[in-house]
T-cell receptor, first 109, second 115 residues
Framework: GNSVTQMEGPVTLSEEAFLTINCTYTATGYPSLFWYVQYPGEGLQLLLK?????DKGSNKGFEATYRKETTSFHLEKGSVQVSDSAVYFCALRGGKIIFGKGTRLHILP | DAGVIQSPRHEVTEMGQEVTLRCKPI?????LFWYRQTMMRGLELLIYFNNNVPIDDSGMPEDRFSAKMPNASFSTLKIQPSEPRDSAVYFC?????????????FGPGTRLTVL
């Protein structure tokens, strides 16, 4: 069946550091891929998505590229801010959506 | 624009009591999802509806849990009787439809504590 694996956290970085959160998937067919973010005390909200191979999703300085050859959708940001501290979820949707376990990110000032 | 609305935001109850969580999806969305989030198990899909019809309830833990969607603008998740292990944050989400490209929009969640 379909599955999503993302790197375990927590990830702790200093402000302005480069961020990568790895996400790989297993799927049949042609799923869409998503990154959601959850700030403390809130529900998940969409950060970016890509619906077909080689698509790049981007938002708020974050980006991720749908790589079919490596079955990956890694999240990157060139310079993180304290306000980026949150939990990030990689997700796949073929039929129903499947979420990874989440990666907690701490950014130190 | 109103997002997904959930009530109550917090619920504290005693073991054995009935608990009802409520959700109002975004107007015009045809799919509605109920999730449970805990530290141990992460985010779990409990059930989802499309056009008010339950499509997949394989994530519902046991018979104590039930969900209904009587119309396009309202859904409930009921736990009867509640147990301490049901303590979690319950999220409702909606999407335009159930196609793979559709984004899910989450409510703020209900934090349930069962004593």
């Amino acid at each position: 069946g379909n599955s999503v694996t993302q790197m375990e956290g927590p990830v702790t970085l200093s402000e302005e550091a480069f961020l990568t959160i790895n996400c790989t998937y297993t799927a049949t067919g042609y799923p869409s891929l998503f990154w959601y973010v959850q700030y403390p005390g809130e529900g998940l909200q969409l950060l970016l998505k890509a619906t077909k191979a080689d698509d790049k999703g981007s938002n708020k300085g974050f980006e991720a590229t749908y790589r079919k050859e490596t079955t990956s959708f890694h999240l990157e940001k060139g310079s993180v801010q304290v306000s980026d501290s949150a939990v990030y979820f990689c997700a796949l949707r073929g039929g129903k959506i499947i979420f990874g376990k989440g990666t907690r990110l701490h950014i130190l000032p | 624009d109103a997002g997904v609305i959930q009530s109550p935001r917090h619920e504290v109850t005693e073991m054995g009591q009935e608990v009802t969580l409520r959700c109002k999806p975004i107007s015009g969305h045809n799919s509605l999802f109920w999730y449970r989030q805990t530290m141990m198990r992460g985010l779990e899909l409990l059930i989802y509806f499309n056009n008010n019809v339950p499509i997949d309830d394989s994530g519902m833990p046991e018979d104590r849990f039930s969900a209904k969607m009587p119309n396009a603008s309202f859904s409930t998740l009921k736990i009867q009787p509640s147990e301490p292990r049901d303590s979690a944050v319950y999220f409702c989400a909606s999407s335009l439809d159930q196609t793979p490209t559709d984004t899910q929009y989450f409510g703020p969640g209900t934090r349930l504590t069962v004593l």
